[in-house]
Every structure is written in C-alpha cells, then in structure tokens.
Nanobody, 123 residues
Framework: DVQLQASGGGLVQAGGSLRLSCAAS????????IAWFRQAPGKEREGVSCISSSDGSHSYGDFMEGRFTTTYDNAKNTVYLQMNNLKPEDTAVYYC????????????????WGQGTQVTVSS
C-alpha cells in the first residue's frame, strides 16, 4: 500500500523556519511525483510545491516568493519542504501527496495523501 507520513510541523514565530518531511513507502519512489499542499481553516486546499525524484524537476505555487524549497532524498524515500521567512498567513495543515502521473499544484491530480502536519506561525 502507498503510505505517506508527513512530519515536522509546529509553532514558530514570524520570520522563522521549519523543515517538513514526507516519508514514502509502498511504491517505487522515483516513479512518482510528490507534492506538498496546505489547507488553512475555511480555505480550499492549495498547492505548495511538486517534485519529481526521477529527474529533480519541480514547480511551486505562486505565493512561494522564493521562501520555500522542496528537495528529496532517494535513499530515504523522503521529500522535504524547507520553509523560510514564515508568515502568519502560512499557518495551515500541510499535506504531502503522491501520484504516478499527476503533476503541479492541483490537489485533484494526486491520488495518494498523507495525514498532514500542522504549521502555526505566530505574529
């Protein structure tokens, strides 16, 4: 079974940093695209980033403004989301998702989802 385990969330002050991890299992890691999404209370789920561990190609949501970086470690079957200069509006539950063919920042393009990790940024 495809399993995704997101971790690394927490409470941080504005301007701080967090690194989220998404540990994947149950599939061939570099056959799938891995994406990060987030959902704030009362808002729709939005795409944060997407990365291919087979060739390193990636895409980011427009709001990134260069603050977020997604990377992967094939040896650990893990994708990371480094978030710097966090803002209160970044507060949300962050999810990782995987799909064999899905790409980009639309949640409809991804079939497999992890449980989410809460990120709270205080002002």
């Amino acid at each position: 079974d495809v399993q995704l385990q997101a971790s690394g969330g927490g409470l941080v002050q504005a301007g701080g940093s967090l690194r989220l991890s998404c540990a994947a299992s149950g599939f061939i890691f570099d056959d799938y695209n891995i994406a990060w999404f987030r959902q704030a209370p009362g808002k729709e789920r939005e795409g944060v980033s997407c990365i291919s561990s087979s060739d390193g190609s990636h895409s980011y949501g427009d709001f990134m403004e260069g603050r977020f970086t997604t990377t992967y470690d094939n040896a650990k079957n893990t994708v990371y989301l480094q978030m710097n200069n966090l803002k209160p509006e970044d507060t949300a539950v962050y999810y990782c998702a995987a799909d064999y063919s899905g790409w980009g920042t639309s949640p409809h393009d991804f079939d497999y989802w992890g449980q989410g990790t809460q990120v709270t940024v205080s002002s």
